[in-house]
């Protein structure tokens, strides 16, 4: 892991965390500044998606809800991703909240919470365990913040959710499991994430490896990086360090199958 560590200490930026989570011994095994807070970008859908799957394990809602006053952003990909959603009278929470994470879509976000009662409720639910999570409607609000280790424990109650509760927890899953940026060197199927950015920040959550075969859990985050349209060092840095942390799940499942 110190590979992964070093690897990212090469960015141009002081605020650089990661925290690494092993599903195998079920611990913390790299950790880098886990309590620095980073504005989420289109990664807080992932933190949405947790909060109304809680509500709906409450039974407060349902994933068959439907709902009729909704948007999808024609900006996004929904169109491709989603062909039979478009046009239709109405969608169910369950399916808006999947096209929401896989479509980064802030407009099917904003519908989705505003149907479960607003954003203030939804960071009021968040912050009786998360101090320090603030969501907003804009993604690009910098305001729109989390600390990475908080994340991490969202990132394992998904994935720990997911097998013990499938059903419960398929929504969330389904967005999760189809990210729209892939790596070379990574197989798609063992990359499972969702990475959010703006010009000088990057955060990135994700399920690295096959899922019946303890896959690692991430959160990584960096404020403070030189323009990422202008200057791609920053990016091919962290490619770098998601392809090494790969090395070292390869690594472990060689061990688990020896």
């Known amino acids: 892991m110190q590979r992964v560590v070093t690897s990212l200490k090469t960015l141009e930026s002081d605020q650089v965390g990661i925290i690494i989570y092993s599903t195998k011994h079920e611990e913390v095994v790299c950790s880098l500044n886990s309590n620095l807070i980073v504005p989420l970008a289109s990664a807080a859908k992932v933190v949405i998606g947790y909060c109304i799957a809680k ?25 491709v991703l989603f062909p039979h959603f478009q046009g239709m009278m109405s969608l169910s929470l369950g399916n808006l909240v999947e096209v929401m994470i896989t479509c980064h879509d802030s407009k099917a976000a ?60 398929l929504p969330v899953m ?16 063992m990359f499972n994430h969702m990475s959010g950015g703006l010009e000088n920040l990057v955060v990135d959550i994700g399920i690295l490896g096959e899922f019946h075969q303890y896959p690692l859990l991430y959160v990584l985050g960096v404020n403070d990086i030189p323009n990422r349209y202008k200057n791609t060092f920053s990016d091919e840095r962290i490619v770098e360090a998601m392809k090494l942390l790969y090395n070292e799940y390869t690594i472990q499942r060689k061990e688990q199958l020896t």
Request: aromatic share 10%; hydrophobic share 30%; glycine share 8%.
């Open 55 to 79: 509500w709906v394990e409450r039974g407060l809602f349902h994933w068959s809800d439907l709902i009729e006053d909704y948007e999808l952003d024609k900006e996004e990909n929904s169109g």
């Open 110 to 169: 904003d519908s989705v919470v505003k149907f479960c009662g607003g954003w203030e409720k939804v960071n009021t639910e968040l912050r009786r365990e998360y101090n320090h999570m603030n969501l907003t409607p804009n993604p690009r609000d910098l305001e729109n913040s989390g600390e990475i280790g908080e994340v991490l424990h969202i990132l394992k109650a998904i994935y720990e959710g997911y097998h013990a509760e499938p059903q419960l927890w």
């Open 174 to 189: 389904n967005g999760l499991v189809r990210p729209q940026d892939h790596f070379d060197g990574i197989p798609n199927h």
